[in-house]
């Protein structure tokens, strides 16, 4: 289904308004009026596009932070470390925004989204068809971990930095994993 003109203007004034909004104010305590008044919009335009603030929030990050920039072939390209490195400087360009969402306590959308986007990448590019499902947990609980500590502590360290970092981690799990599934071989 394609987006109209007319309510894709809509809704990228209701997510500026909504940014503008959170640099003020904690997001769970903007009321829908307020968004609309801010955006110069009607209640019924905001209702057309969303049935709630959240779904702006939540819309947001799966398509613009998490949803459409991993690819197969970019992937291939530019391979895997600086893919992640790609996601932490999208992130950090989005630095306001998700300290607005962590500040009004609604980080669980960055691990839903965070949950979904590992789910892709690794079956994309991981070695083995099916990634054991606790290893692949403990993985995105690392990404998740270290995403949001990364944002509150005012993202410090570059993208490059984090992604070098991750990539370790994952190779500590993995090879801790193949060593694991070895002995289980042996038994």
Request: with cysteine.
């Amino acid at each position: 289904m394609s987006i109209n003109p007319k309510q894709k203007n809509a809704k990228e004034r209701l997510f500026a308004a909504l940014v503008a909004l959170m640099r003020r104010k904690n997001a769970s305590d903007i009321t829908v009026s307020e968004l609309t008044a801010a955006a110069g919009l009607s209640r019924m335009a905001f209702y057309r596009n969303y049935g709630n603030l959240a779904d702006i929030l939540e819309e947001h990050l799966s398509n613009d932070l998490f949803g459409g920039n991993i690819a197969l072939e970019l992937v291939r390209e530019i391979g895997i470390g600086n893919q992640l490195a790609l996601y932490f400087r999208c992130l950090k360009s989005n630095q306001s925004f998700l300290n607005g969402i962590i500040e009004a306590n609604l980080s669980y959308m960055v691990m839903a989204q965070i949950h979904h986007m590992v789910d892709k990448f690794w079956s994309l590019v991981y070695k083995r068809a099916a990634m054991d499902a606790l290893l692949l947990s403990v993985t995105k609980g690392i990404i998740y971990s270290i995403t949001i500590d990364w944002i509150k502590s005012d993202m410090k360290q570059s993208p490059e930095e984090l992604a070098n970092i991750l990539l370790s981690l994952v190779g500590v799990i993995d090879k801790e994993y193949e060593t694991i599934i070895a002995r289980q071989n042996r038994s």
